[in-house]
């Protein structure tokens, strides 16, 4: 069992809502700097091009290679914190805890999905794929939750590297079985 | 409740999540790991010039071993900007099985350096497509330029009985590893 160290400072509830940007940008185009026309803009153009005249938004071509999404939103959920309070392996087990919770309805959505979900051992790789979380989402979400009494998990300490001979044996055997 | 891992690595399309789903218990799974999210558990992401956010993709299966041990395959990303996941991967496996197409052989290059690198135990399975192993072992061997105890076997990731073989050599290469060490 790994113990909650490192626990940060900050609250998992503060809310720290990142205003979304992009107000800033929608002006850039409307202001005064595009008015003086190149002489060839009254010459008829090619049709779609005109459209662009106002917006300064640059040529229509293909869109940037890397998609660029909102980088708040997949961590949303976290309050926006992307470090979980305890390391926990892609692997690590996680089980809802038996006291069932007094009134899950008090519990955010995804709480309650991988409460329900962790009725029986899974893994992080588990919660993440079936729940559809990203992966460091579902970590700071099942770190939170272990903090608070919410779920067990059961990892193997790896500070002493790779997994010892004894637990090899156990694996070996087990696959012979299969 | 123990869970032990494995990490699949190989060039794209060469079978991975075939090797994976082959054996696995559960039809692979993907989980997603945001490329910003990556900062959780990596110490230096500030070479990724992007400040956008990057999704990359995993294939996973799961086999349950005893009444109290479950066994991860996880299949690594194959492109090598997302090395950052493989650290995360490494991190405690007990080895990884290196998959290889003998008609694309520099494939595999990257994940044997990698793996080389960190002293993670590792064999090296050339996968026959169409049952046709056009290279000998031997040959790989000296292409790939591997330590000359890395095993190198053939398998056919379609078959569970082989791609369960291929992670019963890997496990005993770890242990053989693990007790040459001490």
């Avoid at chain 1, 193997?156 to 694996?171: F, Q």
Wanted: hydrophobic share 40%.
């Amino acid at each position: 069992m790994p113990g909650p160290e490192e626990v940060d400072g900050t609250p998992g509830t503060d809310g720290q809502e990142t205003p979304p940007v992009g107000e800033g940008r929608d002006s850039a185009g409307k202001g005064g700097q595009d008015r003086p026309r190149p002489e060839w803009s009254s010459r008829p153009l090619p049709s779609g091009v005109k459209k662009l005249r106002g917006g300064d938004s640059g040529p229509p071509g293909p869109a940037p290679d890397t998609v660029k999404s909102a980088l708040v939103r997949p961590y949303a959920v976290t309050g926006g914190r992307t470090q979980p309070r305890y390391q926990l392996q892609i692997e690590a087990m996680v089980a809802a805890s038996h006291y069932e919770v007094r009134d899950l309805s008090i519990l955010g959505p995804e709480y309650q999905a991988i409460l329900g979900f962790c009725r029986d051992w899974r893994s992080i790789a588990e919660i993440s794929a079936v729940l559809r979380l990203p992966l460091g989402v579902a970590r700071v979400l099942v770190a939170d939750m272990a903090v608070d009494g919410l779920v067990r998990v059961h990892q193997i300490d790896h500070a002493h590297g790779r997994p010892d001979l004894n637990l090899l044996e156990r694996v070996l055997s087990g696959l012979r079985k299969l | 409740m123990t869970s032990v891992k494995i990490v699949v690595a190989g060039g794209f399309g060469v079978g991975k999540t075939t090797f994976v789903g082959s054996v696995s218990e559960i039809t692979p799974l993907t989980t997603e790991a945001v490329m910003t999210a990556a900062s959780t558990d990596v110490d230096d992401l500030s070479y990724v010039p992007d400040k956008g956010t990057t999704t990359v993709a995993m294939d996973f299966g799961r086999l349950t071993l005893d009444a109290g041990l479950i066994l991860y395959l996880f299949g690594t990303p194959g492109q090598h900007r997302f090395w950052f996941m493989w650290d995360d991967l490494i991190n405690g496996a007990i080895g990884a099985v290196v998959i290889v197409d003998t008609r694309r052989l520099a494939e595999s290059f990257p994940a044997v350096d990698y793996f080389e690198a960190a002293g993670l135990p590792f064999i090296i399975a050339i996968n026959g497509f169409h049952g046709q192993f056009p290279y000998s072992v031997s040959d790989v061997k000296d292409a790939l330029a591997v330590s000359p105890n890395v095993p190198i076997l053939r398998c056919d990731a379609r078959d569970r009985k082989s791609t369960k073989s291929t992670l019963i050599s890997l496990v005993e290469h770890a242990m053989t590893m693990q007790m040459s060490t001490r």
